[in-house]
């Protein structure tokens, strides 16, 4: 038997267009499949990681085909085509799973709006540190808040400053004003690497990651914490301010892929900055 038959196919809508995707797969990965560029931009999520659903940054709107809660018959509009019933605030790509018939939408108005604001509070109090960050030009939030952001930091209160420089392990750095509490490192460490060494502690504003008493960040993956961090939070204690885009300088894209991370650097400055 050929495994593509064991797989059950459905079909959901997404921005319109009708598309076949395996049945429980989420949106996140449905929307991939749906190709054309479309990407629902997301920090906490990982595939091989278990789903925490805490940066709230993939949110979709989401939609089922409505029927008659009485007698259980498809609710027709005038066209006599079945109508979706829309949920009246978005929803969370992630951990939402495709259903047959679903329908979502990842460009509507109340979808920019969510991540606009979302990428505005994950920039409240963070550094303005992206002329120094290792991570400039491949960090999510920077590409993430020239693309969702609202372009200018309305915020002209006190910033939040949290320690630097917090070692967490012989090979593993934190910063913690950069990071936005995603737990992908949590998880990484726990599910994958098998050592439960890292957490949250304080509420709110003070939340900050460290590891449990007793604990260090020493397992044998700990320096993959670093790679999938999605900030520059995480650095290699070695390479601290020593690497910048690991590509050779003889790389023909080198220049362009420099120019365009300076560009996200420029633009990032002038969204955690006040006007
Ligand atoms: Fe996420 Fe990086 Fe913070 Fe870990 S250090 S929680 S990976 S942002």
Known sequence: MEIQSIVENITINIDGQDIDVP?????????KIAGKGKEVPHYCYHPKLSIAGNCRMCMVEMGMPMRDRGTGEAVLDENGVQKIGWMPKPTIACATNASPGMHIRTNSEIVKESRNGVTEFLLINHPLDCPICDQAGECRLQEFSAEHGRGYSRFIEQKNVKPKRT?????VTLDDERCILCSRCVRFSKEIAGE???GFVDRGTYSTLTCYPGKGLEHN????TVDICPVGALTSTDFRFKMLLPRPLSSPSFHDRRRRAQDRRDAACRFTSPP
């Open 196 to 198: 439960d060494v890292l």
């Open 23 to 31: 049945k429980g797969i989420n949106i996140i990965e449905a929307v």
């Open 221 to 224: 993956y700990s320096l993959n």
């Open 167 to 171: 070692k967490l392990g012989s090979r």
